[in-house]
């Protein structure tokens, strides 16, 4: 993807969040629409476009690449939660938490998953749904015991299965491996669910921005997290893609995914657990309004290293 075509996409996605935005601001939707939104793009529009993703020619390099990226994340997400545990003693408990939860858990599989598809194509939206499933492991392992107590094996086994977007991945893999071909229509009514991902994440994120508001956006605390989170985490992530020699492709794919901002699912379990629920949102929605910035820049360092 060239420059011009990057910032067309930054544009759009800015354009979208605005739109989020307008609607929530002028009362045009409620603060309760956020949940159908939210079921709609968990539920439909992603898996649709993670089974898009495995629609594909398999070969032994994509086979190759695909497992190099799945063992990367597993690496990338010990890393974090080793991180985690012991880099933020020295913040006030909740802030920690939100710190803790945030350092292991990106937005990698919503924003994270639109901005591979748009920027590798196909063959990048399937090597970020492969890299996403260690981090909903940790997400609802360690990440839950930042706030809480772990829970069990058991329970945690049961949420990853039943997650929509696992269930696609290992759908999209049946496809892939058995080269599974649909009739135009079922092709055509998965594809354009899938498209539905890229606007209505945007939009849940402008309104996410229009109630948590300016006020408290810029702290020391946000610009912390956001410089760690956009662009300390993605900086090792590429100096180790590099020292391994990934192929191009995948080493953007687990770049780009290292640069994401803050899940949104931050401020949700924040507040499910009585931590710091509008430090949380203000974590989610800076790092998130920072990274329309920041990743273009990472596309074109990745673009100018791995030739």
């Excluded at 898996?47 to 495995?54: D, E, G, S």
């Excluded at 609802?140 to 086994?157: H, N, R």
Aim: proline share 4%; glycine share 4%; net charge positive.
């Amino acid at each position: 993807m060239n420059l011009k075509s990057l910032i067309d996409l930054q544009t759009v996605m800015f354009l979208e969040m605005a739109a989020g935005y307008i609607i929530r601001r002028f009362n045009i939707v409620k603060g309760e629409s956020k949940k159908v939104l939210t079921s709609l793009i968990v539920y439909v529009a992603l898996p649709c476009n993670i089974v898009k993703a495995f629609m594909i020619s398999m070969t032994p390099e994509i086979i190759k690449q695909g497992a190099i990226m799945l063992m990367a994340s597993v690496v990338i997400q010990i890393v974090l939660a080793i991180a985690a545990a012991y880099c933020y003693n020295w913040l006030p408990a909740k802030k920690k938490m939100v710190f803790q939860y945030a350092t292991v858990a990106s937005n990698s599989g919503i924003l994270g998953n639109t901005i591979a598809g748009e920027v590798y194509g196909a063959l990048g939206l399937l090597y970020s749904s492969l890299y996403v499933i260690p981090q909903r492991i940790v997400m609802w392992s360690a990440g839950l015991s930042y706030f809480t107590e772990a829970p069990d094996v058991k329970t945690v086994i049961k949420k990853i299965m039943k997650h929509p977007c696992i269930i696609a991945v290992w759908i999209g893999i049946i496809i892939m491996f058995l080269q599974i071909q649909f009739p135009l229509c079922i092709t055509s009514t998965i594809q354009n669910l899938g498209n539905m991902t890229s606007p209505l994440t945007m939009m849940f994120l402008g309104i996410n921005l229009a109630e948590s508001g300016f006020k408290n956006l810029v702290t020391k605390y946000t610009c912390l997290y956001s410089v760690i989170r956009l662009v300390i985490i993605p900086a090792v992530v590429m100096a180790c893609c590099y020292a391994v020699q990934m192929e191009k492709t995948a080493a953007g794919v687990a770049i780009v995914l290292a640069a994401m901002p803050a899940a949104s699912m931050t401020a949700v379990v924040a507040s499910q657990y009585d931590g710091d629920v509008d430090f949380a949102a203000d974590v989610v929605v800076f790092s998130t309004i920072l990274s329309l910035i920041v990743l273009p820049i990472w596309v074109m360092i990745v673009a100018a290293v791995f030739t």
